[in-house]
């Protein structure tokens, strides 16, 4: 839901009742009182047991006046009664998280909310439905197999924070407890995993919303134990170190005899084992002893292993991101099979439109960023002259042609503007079939919000137009709001549905076509799969944000100082941030070393249709490429088994940069590609493989085969294209001894991309 996370607690002190509380976090400020009351709508009405006692708002104290203005809503109060179907609804209640870590009251009478005993509670049964909701935060084997840790123990089950951290709303409840450990006098903050780094991300900006000139400390991964002995760690005494997950705390114990600190310095956020000391900080202990779920891990030394004494095989895990590091990894072609059904005439009626963007705000939600944002607006105000319609047009005249009743008394649209468009387009369609009829427009926002029965929308039928489908989530919602009218029909009509598969079209049109008595039909004029803009995947765009400010502090601190190469950041910075309002269309990428921008060539191979390639915007090829990989990702997961595809080893081959070598296309590869696919690091035939293709690129940095030399570059700074420690150096230096004595621009850009990754393999075992 909307940046919030709602969970149910159960909550008796020794001077009340059992309480049935519904518990609503919000880690941001940028809700309304209506998006509130939304949100205690979708989830109050989808309860079927017993309805909450108290409805609980917990934010930081920076959020507080926001907080109280919920409390004392008069929008949200009389509109809970009917989500509970109670007459007397559950009271609301605030209480705020202060910068120095303790709670206060947004009023008094959330006074017993804020006693110590209740928080305890509050922060165990939170992160306890993070944890047991998220498949696969504990991985066992069910006695077939037992693991060895990267600390060299075995054990028979172990677990893997970066599955129960995959909401962006729960990783924030999970940087919420973690705030209070970031005390003023930390200026380094140490991860055995970068993969809960967004959690210190979050913990910090939580800190920042209660003292806005607060000094954010500098945040790294040592990755864990291998790293422990050869990063180079600063500032000890002014550091707090986080570690993601444990099964016996070893981890913990080493830091601190490693440094002589103390462990009010460390914390832990996943904790699964014996009972820990008491000096220990945990965020949540999810063992069953503790009043968790799961049944405790049981460690042994590898000399005195009682699984494998009863020859029970045992899996390596590998490397701070606990990949099995057993698992043939699977190198894939990417291949003409892999190209969707529906992609070469989706793009031959849209590429060089404008249409397709990337890095794009949603229109319908500002708060929420679209990897992959297809713009209709304009393709619905396109004039209805047929010499110059689109397919897509065509076929939706037709469509309307047959599914428009005669009855239709109004028009409802999702209220953003493609909607709005394709409603407009509707109603221009009408008048030329029903003459001078006018069918009145209403955006959804303005449907009343109680007695639908009583108003202009009780009788008659209506149709429901969204531009595009992601979610149906606001589709339901109107659903709902309409719930109580009579027998009279509603159908739903939808430009574009583009969701991850036919599976989970078929989930969301059933959803909103569900009524009282039978169903509503649905129709939609294309269907198109691609990748979900999934919260736990990191948007490239934000990547690169984050790791040029990173790189800008890097070149600072290690004094080298090119005041052109820092204005040339600034400016992609500057384009990056704007261009988020209205997607990227030509900035996706680096230039090449020239300064040029990277464009497709003749000859495509995805593409079976003739188009001009000055029309060809990067994002039509990055939109491609994306939507290749997903069916590539797809039918190779299918092949290797669902086993390898949880533990990212479907590789992406080294081989697909040589089949596809124009820069544009290999740089969407690299920006494409999931967690795990670009990692050559497990497999020495592969890893040596991805050096050749670095050496190509490398050598050729000045002329075409080399145009992606950037893009390969910032690539390996991100550390999402991985390969093994002395290839990797090798090619780095290779590449360095060519670009001595270059003094052009981006020639200086690649050479202090360059050093910073060679830096960082260098620090770093890899």
């Not at 172990?158 to 006098?185: C, H, M």
């Not at 190509?696 to 294209?721: C, I, P, Y």
Request: proline share 4%; charged share 25%.
């Amino acid at each position: 839901m909307k940046e919030t996370f709602i969970f149910d607690l159960d909550w008796q002190s020794t001077s009340q009742r059992p309480l049935r509380i519904t518990t609503v976090f919000f880690p941001k400020g940028s809700i309304t009182e209506r998006q509130c009351r939304d949100i205690l709508k979708t989830y109050l009405e989808a309860k079927y047991d017993a309805p909450p006692d108290v409805v609980l708002l917990v934010g930081t104290a920076g959020l507080r006046d926001l907080l109280g203005i919920f409390c004392n809503s008069r929008l949200i109060n009389d509109s809970i009664p009917s989500f509970t179907r109670r007459s007397d609804p559950p009271a609301v209640r605030a209480i705020c998280l202060t910068k120095s870590g303790t709670f206060i009251p947004c009023s008094e009478a959330a006074q017993p909310f804020v006693e110590q005993a209740f928080v305890t509670e509050l922060q165990r049964q939170g992160m306890l439905t993070i944890a047991k909701n998220n498949a696969s935060t504990v991985i066992e084997s069910a006695g077939m197999v037992h693991y060895v840790k990267p600390s060299g123990d075995h054990t028979n089950r172990f677990i893997r924070a970066a599955n129960a951290l995959v909401k962006s709303s729960e990783i924030a409840f999970v940087a919420f407890w973690l705030s209070p450990f970031i005390t003023d006098d930390i200026d380094v903050i140490y991860t055995d995993t970068a993969g809960i780094n967004g959690v210190v991300f979050n913990a910090t900006l939580l800190k920042l919303q209660n003292d806005k000139n607060w000094s954010v400390p500098y945040v790294d991964s040592f990755s864990s134990y291998k790293g422990l002995d050869t990063y180079p760690f600063t500032s000890i005494r002014r550091s707090l170190f986080v570690i993601s997950a444990s099964t016996s705390g070893a981890l913990a114990n080493k830091v601190k005899e490693k440094f002589g600190i103390h462990k009010s310095r460390i914390v832990t956020l996943f904790y699964l084992g014996a009972k820990p000391s008491s000096a220990d900080q945990i965020l949540c202990d999810i063992t069953k002893s503790a009043a968790g779920f799961a049944e405790p891990a049981t460690s042994y030394s590898a000399v005195k292993c009682v699984l494998c004494q009863s020859n029970i095989p045992a899996i390596a895990i590998d490397g701070d991101q606990f990949l099995l590091g057993h698992l043939e990894p699977h190198s894939e072609l990417i291949q003409s099979r892999n190209v969707p059904r529906w992609l070469n005439q989706f793009m031959s009626e849209f590429y060089g439109k404008k249409v397709l963007r990337t890095y794009r705000s949603d229109p319908a939600a500002p708060e929420r960023t679209r990897e992959l944002f297809i713009d209709l607006k304009q393709i619905y105000e396109t004039e209805h002259d047929k010499a110059i319609q689109s397919g897509l047009l065509w076929r939706l005249d037709r469509k309307l042609d047959h599914c428009l009743p005669v009855t239709l008394q109004r028009v409802i649209y999702i209220d953003d503007p493609s909607s709005k468009a394709l409603a407009e387009r509707i109603r221009h369609h009408l008048q030329q079939h029903w003459g001078e009829r006018d069918i009145p427009l209403t955006p959804h926002s303005r449907l009343p919000d109680e007695n639908i029965e009583s108003s202009d929308f009780a009788k008659g039928t209506l149709l429901l137009v969204a531009g595009t489908l992601i979610t149906g989530q606001q589709m339901m919602s109107v659903n709902q709001t309409l719930r109580n009218r009579s027998g009279d029909s509603i159908v739903y009509f939808v430009g574009i549905t583009r969701t991850t598969d036919e599976q989970r079209l078929q989930e969301i049109r059933s959803n909103i076509q569900f009524a009282r008595h039978g169903s509503h039909p649905f129709f939609s004029v294309a269907d198109i799969f691609i990748p979900d803009d999934g919260l736990s995947r990191v948007i490239p765009w934000d990547a690169e944000r984050y790791h040029w400010i990173r790189f800008k502090r890097r070149v600072v601190q290690a004094q080298m100082l090119d005041r052109e190469v820092f204005k040339w950041i600034d400016e992609r910075l500057a384009v990056l941030r704007k261009g988020r309002s209205h997607g990227l269309l030509d900035e996706l990428f680096l230039p090449t070393i020239d300064g040029a921008r990277l464009a497709l060539r003749p000859g495509f191979a995805f593409w079976e249709f003739p188009y001009n390639k000055d029309l060809v915007t990067q994002a039509d090829v990055y939109f491609s490429v994306a939507a290749i990989l997903h069916v590539w990702r797809e039918e190779n997961a299918r092949k290797v088994g669902d086993f390898s595809r949880r533990y990212g080893r479907i590789i992406i081959s080294p081989k697909n940069f040589y089949r596809y070598n124009d820069g544009i296309i290999q740089a969407s590869i690299l920006r494409a590609a999931g967690q795990g696919e670009l990692d050559y690091r497990y497999d020495e035939q592969l890893s040596n493989a991805m050096y050749t293709v670095l050496t190509s690129v490398f050598s050729n940095f000045d002329n075409t085969r080399g145009e992606a030399t950037l893009e390969f570059l910032l690539a390996l700074l991100q550390k999402h294209l991985n390969l093994g420690r002395e290839p990797l150096l090798k090619a780095l230096d290779d590449l360095n001894e060519r670009l001595k004595g270059r003094t052009g621009l981006h020639e200086r850009i690649a050479q202090q991309l360059c050093a910073a990754v060679r830096d960082d393999v260098v620090r770093r075992t890899i």
